[in-house]
Structures are given as structure tokens and as C-alpha cells.
Nanobody, 125 residues
Framework: QLQLVESGGALVQPGGSLRLSCAAS????????IAWFRQAPGRSREGVAS?????????NYSDSVKGRFTISRDTAKNSVYLEMNNLKLEDTAVYYC?????????????????WGQGTQVTVSS
């Protein structure tokens, strides 16, 4: 059974950093596109970053996080991470990781069949 479990969410001050983890089981992330999405109250789910299979090695970021967030993969741990720096108030949201064997548009939630339960990130002073 394919499963994704996020962790690492927390309350952090503006300008701070967090590292989110997405641990996969039941499949090998090397062959999948893994993406991070976020959803703030009252807003639609937003694509934050994605990393394609190790064969293609493509990484994408939304404009809102480019230069501040870094997505990476640890093959040995079958996990994907989201390093978040210089956090802003508007980064507050529930963050989800999602997996798909292939996508046409990485930031469309409809492209992903498998989702984790989410982890809360709150940026507040």
C-alpha cells in the first residue's frame, strides 16, 4: 500500500527556517514525481515545489518560494524534503506531499493520486 507521511511542521517566527519531511512506503520515490503543496484557510491548494524521478532530475518551484525553499530527495531513506528558509507570514498553511508516476503540469493537484495527511506550518511573531 502506497503511503506518504509528512512531518516537521511547527510554529516559527518570520525569517526563520523549517525542514519538512515526506517519508514514503509501499513504493520507491525514485520513479515518481513528488510534489509539495500547501493550503491556507479559505484558499485553494497551491503547488510549492516538485522533484521528478531520478532519471529526469527536474525540479520546479512556485514563484512565491523560489530562492527560499529547496526540495531534495534521499534515495536511501525513500524520503523527500522541503527546506524552507526566510519564512514569511504568508507561508502559513498545511503542507502536503503528493506522488504521481507522471504529470503534465506539476502544480495541478488533480495530477496526483497519492497524498499524505499534511503537516501544519505557522509563521507568526
Amino acid at each position: 500500500q502506497l503511503q506518504l507521511v509528512e512531518s516537521g511542521g511547527a510554529l516559527v517566527q518570520p525569517g526563520g527556517s523549517l525542514r519538512l519531511s515526506c517519508a514514503a512506503s509501499g513504493f520507491t520515490t525514485d520513479y515518481y514525481v513528488i510534489a509539495w503543496f500547501r493550503q491556507a484557510p479559505g484558499r485553494s491548494r497551491e503547488g510549492v515545489a516538485s522533484i521528478s524521478s531520478t532519471t529526469h532530475g527536474q525540479i520546479n518551484y512556485s514563484d512565491s518560494v523560489k530562492g527560499r525553499f529547496t526540495i531534495s530527495r534521499d534515495t536511501a531513506k525513500n524520503s523527500v524534503y522541503l527546506e524552507m528558509n526566510n519564512l514569511k507570514l504568508e507561508d502559513t498553511a498545511v503542507y502536503y506531499c503528493a506522488a504521481s508516476l507522471g504529470v503534465s503540469t506539476w502544480y495541478w493537484p488533480e495530477e496526483y493520486r497519492n497524498w499524505g495527511q499534511g503537516t501544519q506550518v505557522t509563521v507568526s511573531s
